[in-house]
């Protein structure tokens, strides 16, 4: 697994598009993802000079550097300063602020037990950190620099004497052992996936740390996920039960320790002047904002409501409805809030309706093709929508390059034709699977609901006397897991259809609290959910998609794919040793899972819709850096903008 895990195999629960969520399920970190090509003639230049400095390093098969990447490319030299898309000379200061949903009532992200507040990663460094403008690069943070084979065997991670906890302790290669330890042994079960192949970690004395990797293992993968890990404190967990969630705040090193807290209300993080590292070039120009605050509100109207009222200063609005209808207040009228619509250049997500195929019911995938015929997305977007959206079909939609289109290619087959005993025949004899396209003018499409009666008729279940479906004496029942009022319109129709179908269908609608916990025991039928997938996926996916987690309580894998075809294509993505090889397995990867309907696919927009008081600057105008706005990380407080706000009234 990757660095990119941070923020990839973060399930958000959509509400329409990803809103925020305060759920950590795989590996959080606080490094920025590596997601997106970055295709500039700048950066082309600037990789193939880090690319000499790179190989000039090169001794005796072992490189030493100040950075790394998948694929060997780095954009920023060792002697680099700061960031390209930063301000250097942003000023600190101020309260960014915006919302989260549901609740919380611990600060560990990192075990099963309770739910982590919003940002609760914030306390902790890591070894290495990425950057908005790569793809899948990481440079030294705690660590000034790494050492590792060709073959990426092995790493050894060189850590800075100047690295501290926020108790003033010093931060030692003892620590980065114990984390790894303490992630493995007792942190979320899906840690014992992720770091399976690392067969070593050792301290060489305080200040270097020895990774070793099982040598048939994704190694370009395991050495990225070594320097995207929490670093903990061993003394400060002397004391304490690394298991149990608590609400106090955790001994790390990073750059913002905890102002307040209200359990289930809100969470504040405030900037710590005496950070260790704020001056490293990978920190010039970012973290701006003296506090970072999260409200909490268990209805998506009620927060854009105390939004209206001052309650937060940042919103990206995911509710179309909203978006199109609701942004005419006056605080816009009178120009203290701005409302923008920014590029999003990022893969748009992998988001929909996911069946639980731990369920004998979901067994038979022309039952679950039949289900997603039930949802006319076409009627929801004109219906609801505003027509704002577009059909997701793909796990990569929007990436460019990653998503299977038409029937599969030579290089394709060549990946699939081993792997065909355990794949269904339409992956070789048709075209990569579409959702059909339906009457926006009725919600009830007859021929979509007598192509979906005929799927089911062919899997046995068939109508009986009381109009409901069933199979060896077993009705066909199902219910829709769903913890927002605001997502009942959605859903609503969809069991409509359903019922129409013969199929005795609910909309079960819960508290968030419930969700969570339902959620990470797979006590569900169906559940929205959403992945932001990475440009440059990896060993990961096996959270998501592999046969190792579709049992593992909390893991990411929340259909319960467990098959040795998907398996063997993960495995061929974790060890592709280029970029083109990635890119056909994973065209080949996306090919199979919309092949076998695990998922009933919602929709996309390729952009940002964000409203905020108008008292933040940034560094950019209108277009962000190529994987991220950087809101809360490269923004700042403009104290005159702020000012006049006060002066004016607006607070």
């Known amino acids: 697994m990757t660095l990119k895990s941070a923020r990839h195999l973060i399930p958000a629960k959509s509400r329409e598009q990803s809103a925020p969520r305060a759920k950590a399920i795989a590996i959080p970190t606080l490094a920025i993802s590596r997601r997106w090509l970055f295709a500039s003639a700048f950066a082309i230049a600037s990789v193939f000079a880090a690319e000499r400095l790179w190989a000039q390093e090169a001794q005796d098969g072992v490189i030493k550097s100040h950075g790394i990447s998948s694929f060997g490319e780095l954009k920023y030299p060792a002697d680099f300063k700061h960031w390209d898309y930063v301000n250097p000379d942003a000023p600190k200061g101020g309260e960014y602020s915006t919302w989260a949903f549901g609740t919380f009532d611990s600060l560990t992200p990192y075990i099963l037990k309770g739910n982590a507040a919003a940002g609760a990663t914030v306390f902790y460094d890591t070894l290495m950190t990425g950057n908005l403008d790569e793809p899948d690069s990481m440079y030294g943070l705690v660590a000034e620099s790494v050492e590792y084979p060709e073959n990426r065997e092995w790493a050894i991670f060189n850590l800075r004497p100047e690295a501290k906890f926020r108790d003033g302790s010093q931060v030692t290669a003892h620590d980065v052992v114990f984390s ?113 605050k999260f409200e909490y509100f268990a209805d998506y109207t009620t927060a854009f409501e105390a939004f209206k009222a001052g309650s937060y200063s940042y919103r990206e609005e995911s509710l179309s409805k909203l978006w199109a209808t609701s942004y005419d207040f006056p605080a816009i009228d009178k120009g203290w809030v701005k409302v923008e619509t920014l590029p999003d250049g990022r893969p748009s997500g992998t988001q929909g309706f996911w069946f639980n195929l731990r369920r004998d019911k979901f067994s038979d995938p022309r039952v679950r093709e039949a289900i997603g015929l039930a949802f006319n997305f076409e009627w929801s977007n004109e219906s609801l929508f505003y027509g704002l959206y577009d059909r ?151 959270t998501i998609f592999g046969s190792e987690t579709a049992n593992t309580p909390g893991s990411a894998n929340m259909a319960g794919i467990a098959n040795p075809a998907v398996d063997a294509l993960i495995e061929k993505i974790a060890t592709a040793e280029s970029r083109e090889e990635l890119t056909v397995a994973t065209r080949a990867l996306d090919r199979v899972l919309r092949s076998m309907h695990v998922w009933i696919p919602q929709w996309y927009k390729g952009a940002h819709n964000i409203a905020y008081l108008d008292m933040f600057a940034r560094p950019y105008t209108d277009t962000p850096p190529p994987f991220g706005m950087g809101t809360s990380s490269i923004w700042w407080y403009d104290e005159e903008k702020a000012q006049a706000l006060k002066e004016a009234g607006a607070f």
């Open 392 to 542: 997701t079909d793909s796990f990569w939609e929007n990436s460019g390059t990653l998503q299977a289109e038409g029937m599969p290619s030579e290089a394709e087959l060549a990946l699939l034709e081993p792997l065909r005993a355990d794949l269904p025949e339409t992956v070789f004899t048709e075209p990569a699977f579409v959702p059909d396209v339906q009457k926006a003018e009725d919600l009830a499409d007859r021929r979509a609901l007598r192509k979906a009666g005929k799927l089911l008729d062919d899997a046995g279940w068939e109508v009986g006397a009381d109009g409901i479906r069933e199979k060896d004496g077993e009705k066909l029942t199902i219910q829709v897991l769903n913890d927002s009022a605001s997502f009942d319109r959605i859903i609503n129709p969809m069991i409509e259809n359903l019922r129409r179908l013969g199929i005795e269908a609910d909309a079960t609608r819960v508290d968030a609290a419930e969700s969570q916990e339902r959620e990470k025991n797979f006590d569900f039928d169906i559940v929205t959910q959403r992945f932001s997938m990475s440009s440059t996926p990896g060993d990961e996916l096996r």
């Open 180 to 292: 790894f330890e303490k992630l493995f042994n007792e942190g979320q079960p899906s840690y014992r996936v992720a770091l399976k192949d690392f067969e070593k970690v050792e301290a060489l004395d305080d200040f270097r740390v020895k990774y070793t990797f099982n040598p048939e293992g994704p190694l370009r993968e395991l050495l990225m996920t070594a320097a995207g890990l929490p670093i903990f404190s061993k003394a400060y967990y002397e004391t304490r039960d690394f298991t149990e969630s608590s609400l106090e705040p955790p001994m790390g090193s990073g750059q913002y320790e905890l102002l307040s807290v209200d359990p289930g209300q809100s969470v504040a993080y405030k900037r710590r002047d005496d950070y260790w590292g704020k001056d490293l070039p990978v920190n010039v120009g970012q973290n701006n904002f003296d506090v970072i």
